[in-house]
């Protein structure tokens, strides 16, 4: 069994989202995902949901906490959420910090939880506490194994002991 999570950016401009959407997809088919961990967060979470319920791998969905809903600002990315969340299990983790500090934990519990981290990242620190590489430092610190999509580079980088 192995549990895949994702982490990363939500929109960055002169990312490819197709070569992404590819990347998930050879992803989760080669290491042989049996479930799928996301916030559903725009973007990469969002995207990596979408390819997993293509393949029938099931998706748990990690709310943070109740008014989630509220960091949705664009009515098209709220409308996917809802559509997505509709489709998967939901895991609520009722946090009671504030938003950023949030967002990290549900990173965290989706790290945990997981054998294996997809990371669409472009390399950088994070913007905020709770961005894809404080999530990409905590999955090292826990010995997970990574896949790191570079959207800017086309250029897939693994860590840890994959098969």
């Not at 996917?80 to 910090?97: E, I, K, M, S």
Request: charged share 25%; net charge neutral; hydrophobic share 45%.
């Amino acid at each position: 069994m192995t549990r895949v999570g994702i982490t990363g950016h939500q929109d960055r401009e002169g990312m490819d989202w197709s070569w992404v959407r590819r990347s998930l997809r050879g992803a989760l088919v080669t290491f042989g995902a049996t479930e799928a961990l996301s916030a559903l967060a725009e973007g990469s979470d969002q995207l990596f949901a979408e390819v997993a319920i293509e393949l029938k791998v099931p998706v748990r969905a990690v709310v943070p906490f109740g008014t989630y809903e509220a960091f949705f600002h664009d009515e098209h990315v709220l409308m996917n959420y809802r559509r997505l969340l509709g489709q998967a299990r939901r895991t609520n983790l009722d946090l009671h910090f504030p938003p950023e500090r949030a967002f990290f934990e549900a990173g965290k519990f989706i790290v945990d939880e997981c054998q294996m981290l997809i990371a669409v990242w472009d390399g950088k620190p994070a913007e905020g506490l709770g961005g894809t590489a404080d999530i990409v430092s905590y999955a090292r610190s826990r010995g997970r194994q990574i896949v790191w999509l570079d959207p800017f580079k086309a250029k897939i980088h693994r860590e840890g002991s994959i098969s």
